[in-house]
């Protein structure tokens, strides 16, 4: 059974850097051909797709992020970890992580972890 | 980077069939994958490939395809598939880089 369980702070200042750690079971990240993603969720708006990191240690942003983000992987721990600098209120939103499949599919998806950014 | 457009809300009286459209440019090249959301949950997959269920997912659910659009349809829809949907593909950039719909509330009479 694949699960994914995100964990970071609930609470975070203006400017202050974002660390969010994804820790998954069921599968390998080492294995060819996966890849874990990072994807969020304001309150009462839609998904946004942030960033993916595959097996072969490739990592991928959303275009409109990526100045402000990192994706890194430790496999050994089972954890993928997205850092997010210089976050804002307009930041505050549900983070999830989630394994990509073979066909491009968004499955599992973690429980999310909400993160408010206020002074 | 890519767009991918949902009607915000569409609603189907219990046991009715409804369909749910997600339009973009990256649908030419790409299959949508879809997502149902209930209220304080995480998104669960319902559709990805040309029309492939995740096990456990009920038969009603189905997707189709045909040049800029992706369609979800709710064959007989319940009361439990009241919830938000949304489609996802990858970008059409050209990259592996991922794009979400806008999402869809359907409410079930």
């Known amino acids: 059974q694949v699960t994914l369980r995100e964990s970071g702070p609930a609470l975070v200042k203006p400017t202050q850097t974002l660390t969010l750690t994804c820790t998954f079971s069921?599968?390998?990240?080492?294995?060819?051909?996966?890849?874990v993603s990072w994807i969020r969720q304001p309150p009462g708006k839609a998904l946004e797709w942030l960033a993916l990191?595959?097996?072969?240690?490739?990592?991928y942003y959303s275009t409109s992020l990526k100045t402000r983000l990192t994706i890194s992987k430790d496999t050994s721990k089972n954890q993928v970890v997205l850092t997010m600098t210089n976050m804002d209120p307009v930041d505050t939103a549900t983070y999830y992580c989630a394994r990509i499949g073979r066909a491009a599919e968004f499955d599992p998806w973690g429980q999310g972890t909400l993160v408010t950014v206020s002074s | 980077s890519s767009e991918l457009t949902q009607d915000p809300a569409v609603s189907v009286a219990l046991g009715q069939t409804v369909r749910i459209t997600c339009q973009g440019d990256s649908l030419r090249s790409y299959y949508a994958s879809w997502y149902q959301q209930k209220p304080g949950q995480a998104p669960v997959l319902v559709i990805y490939?040309?029309?492939n269920r995740p096990s456990g997912i009920p038969d009603r659910f189905s997707g189709s395809s045909s040049g800029n659009t992706a369609s979800l349809t709710i064959t007989g829809a319940q009361a439990e598939d009241e919830a938000d949907y949304y489609c996802?593909?990858?970008?059409?950039?050209?990259?592996?880089?991922?794009?979400f719909g806008t999402g869809t509330k359907v409410t079930v009479l």
């Open positions: 069921g599968f390998s990240l080492s294995t060819s051909g996966m890849c």
């Open positions: 490939g040309k029309n």
């Open positions: 996802n593909s990858r970008d059409s950039s050209g990259n592996p880089q991922f794009v």
């Open positions: 990191i595959d097996w072969d240690d490739d990592k």
